[in-house]
């Protein structure tokens, strides 16, 4: 379970509850940005809130801030309000001054990397494994690939071979030091999407009538939604423990690295196993950009290609786990402690 | 408000001292010659002599108190052993169902010289139980036991048949659902009632039946006119039901809903180490992913139980999740095995896959279909 108590995720949960009724995402895709939205959330310095005190922001524990992101994406946020609080971190640990404004964050591989957001976020951190460098670009300086987007947040190429960073600092993060969290932020949205996708469905069939009875009285109806009820209770467990690992892990997230993978596999493969079952009960319906459905669908279909989908993911930790000894990958499963100590 | 209550719980220093003990055992004792690792060892591999060592060594009885033989312990304590041995394919078969479900029914309906008596020979490792729900009749359809107990002078007369009663031809007692009065009107809940029943007493009949692969670890059990004292009716008159879907739900999240087949991949992980394919390295990462997963769920429901909460939704979720892990395992394994040449698998992990492939149909059957689950799963859904 993503604690939603504290301050930071209460916040969070207000402004949401405001400011991110049902049809502002929808008004959003059709060009109405959100700002109000977005205002409250940075005079509230939210985005902010895992930027050192030095650097203007409050330093808040990792797990304060996962209640926020869980409560973000329940309401579909059209805000990169995730994606900022990951570049801020970055631009943080290089000693990069925080600029105002939405940014996003892109891993680069080569001068591209796939960028979400990058049509609303104006700024872009952008981590170089190979010249251990974070720099800040202008998104709109990077050369975007044309192409349909899964969803309003969902990866763009960017192309950064042409652009000059606005700031830029040596780092000595890791790769898999900056991994665990941008895996981890996902696995949160992504347990949060399938949550708030289940509740539509179940009133959905709650409501809808057919053959003079709703369709929740149909045995088949009912079983479809309760494997994808397991899939979401299991989904919040692997993000949770990720968030958890991170939490403790927060002097070397590197230590976190194998609790975020077993959350991204986990819940990347199970996006199949919960959106064909929620479509499948909505019928027609929940296939109309009028509906609610695909806020959460589409999103869950974008970000399980965060830095590489699934298979890729499931097949980075099954070759480490092929060299190591069955005593280890035991004691992994039961404790968490995957590396030998 | 999230749906879902899972709590992660971080290792225990001192549990992680007891998993060592265990492993130590349980290694000499495989090392030795004295078991086989088998998958479902729970269910399908007894062995009296194993039963008692573990009683030795303190590993069974852990949560109850030591005025009745137990150690004082908690349920997380079991829940170590439990997983462990699980984990070696050991023949925790005896004394499993008594020491997880039995005892602790005792404890809370028996009368005191029944603990004096009977809970320490379980912890011991001496004393077995049998589960008696089933019958031919009432199977997913549990309400319709038409077993009978009579009001008799002193105690109760037992009239009918219960089926597919693991163990029963090993064991000492069965605690069975019984009608004690009739069903009223259409609710068949009430007038049921569990009964401890000794299996030596006369008029018990226990017949083996063979499973597909030949072994026979389940029963039909007769009862004609057995005469049971009276205060063998466990908790209350006709509240038989209420009594036994609450255990059920206890039950649901234990390791032996998801690790039970672990064994088979654990044997191939020995074989396969350093010689996957790559092709191979996705089965393996997901499977392993998967089993992270609901290893925290189920530790996360263990910690709750012993907090005193009863999560039953996260319970019935674990089993339907759990007992879908298990076959794909075995599945799974099958595939990684290509990476080897057939001439390289050693003799013992064919014998444990087959065994595996063999005992896989009942995962999804005992203790709640996945039907059934999906069902419970749905009511709480708000969806029935």
Not at chain 1, 124 to 145: F, G, P, Q
Not at chain 1, 306 to 311: A, D, I, Q, R, S
């Amino acid at each position: 379970m993503i604690n939603t108590e504290g301050m930071v995720a209460e916040t969070a949960a207000k402004i949401y509850t405001d400011l991110c009724g049902r049809e502002v995402p929808h008004e959003a895709e059709a060009g109405q940005y959100p700002q109000a939205l977005w205002d409250a959330l940075a005079e509230n310095g939210l985005p902010l809130a895992w930027v050192s005190e030095d650097n203007g922001g409050f330093g808040a524990d990792y797990d304060e801030v996962f209640g926020a992101i869980w409560v973000s994406a329940e309401a579909a946020s059209p805000v990169p309000f995730a994606e900022t609080l990951i570049a801020n971190w970055l631009l943080d640990r290089a000693g990069i001054s925080i600029p105002d404004g939405a940014s996003t964050f892109a891993l680069l591989d080569g001068n591209a990397a796939s960028v979400p957001f990058a049509g609303t976020a104006d700024r872009v951190a952008v981590y170089d494994s190979s010249k251990n460098e974070i720099a800040l670009y202008k998104t709109a300086d990077a050369s975007a690939a044309d192409g349909q987007a899964l969803s309003p947040d969902s990866d763009t190429r960017l192309d950064f071979s042409t652009a000059t960073p606005v700031a830029s600092a040596a780092t000595n993060l890791s790769r898999r030091a900056v991994e665990p969290l941008i895996l981890t932020v996902r696995a949160v949205q992504m347990a949060s999407a399938i949550e708030a996708a289940l509740n539509l469905s179940i009133a959905y069939v709650s409501d809808r009538e057919q053959f003079g009875r709703p369709l929740s009285k149909f045995q088949a109806i009912q079983h479809q939604l309760a494997v994808a009820a397991s899939e979401s209770a299991a989904a919040t467990m692997a993000a949770t423990q990720a968030a958890s690992a991170l939490a403790r892990n927060a002097d070397d997230p590197e230590k976190a690295w194998h609790e975020a993978v077993v959350a991204k596999v986990q819940i990347g493969h199970s996006v199949e196993a919960v959106t064909v079952p929620f479509h499948q009960v909505h019928g027609a319906m929940g296939y109309t950009q009028e509906y609610d459905l695909h806020h959460y669908t589409r999103r869950l279909w974008g970000w399980r290609d965060t830095l590489g989908n699934e298979h890729h993911w499931s097949k980075l930790l099954g070759a480490e786990l092929a060299v190591t000894s069955p005593d280890q990958i035991w004691k992994g499963v039961t404790t968490g402690a995957w590396i030998a100590s | 408000m999230q749906r879902f209550n899972f709590p992660v719980v971080q290792p225990d220093p001192a549990l992680e001292e007891l998993r060592s003990e265990l492993q130590a055992f349980l290694k000499e004792e495989r090392d030795a010659g004295n078991f086989r690792p088998e998958p479902e060892c729970w269910m399908a591999s007894s062995d009296t002599e194993f039963s008692k060592k573990m009683g030795k060594r303190g590993w069974i009885g852990l949560t109850w108190s030591s005025k009745y033989g137990g150690h004082d312990k908690t349920a997380l304590e079991r829940y170590i052993v439990t997983e462990e041995t699980l984990r070696a394919g050991a023949p925790v078969g005896a004394h499993w169902i008594a020491d997880r479900q039995h005892a602790p029914m005792l404890l809370e309906h028996g009368t005191e010289e029944q603990k004096l008596d009977i809970l320490p020979r379980i912890a011991a490792g001496e004393c077995y139980f049998a589960i008696g729900l089933s019958e031919p009749g009432a199977g997913s359809d549990l309400a319709n036991v038409k077993t009978k107990a009579e009001k008799v002078e002193g105690g109760w007369k037992v009239n009918g048949q219960k089926i597919w009663s693991s163990g029963a031809h090993i064991s000492h007692y069965m605690v069975a659902i019984l009608r004690t009065s009739p069903a009223d009107g259409r609710n068949r809940h009430v007038g049921l009632s569990q009964i401890m029943i000794d299996l030596s007493l006369p008029g018990v009949t226990i017949k083996p039946i063979t499973d597909l692969s030949g072994d026979a670890h389940f029963n039909e059990v007769y009862f004609e006119d057995v005469i049971v004292p009276d205060d063998c009716l466990l908790g209350e008159e006709g509240g038989g039901w209420k009594q036994v879907t609450g255990e059920l739900a206890m039950e649901r999240s234990g390791p032996e809903r998801f690790l039970s087949s672990y064994i088979t991949l654990e044997t191939a992980l020995h074989q396969l180490r350093g010689k996957l394919g790559s092709d191979s390295h996705g089965r393996l990462g997901k499977l392993i992913a998967n089993l992270r997963t609901l290893r925290g769920m189920s530790w996360g429901i263990a910690n709750l139980l012993h907090q005193g909460v009863s999560p039953e939704t996260e319970a019935a979720l674990v089993k339907d999740l759990g007992n879908r892990l298990e076959n794909d395992l075995t599945l799974q394994v099958r595939a990684l095995l290509n990476d080897l040449p057939e001439e390289e698998w050693s003799d013992e992990m064919r014998r444990i896959l087959n065994i595996g492939i063999l005992r896989s149909p009942p995962n999804t059957l005992r203790g709640g279909t996945t039907e059934v689950m999906r069902g419970i799963t749905a009511r709480q859904l708000g969806l029935r």
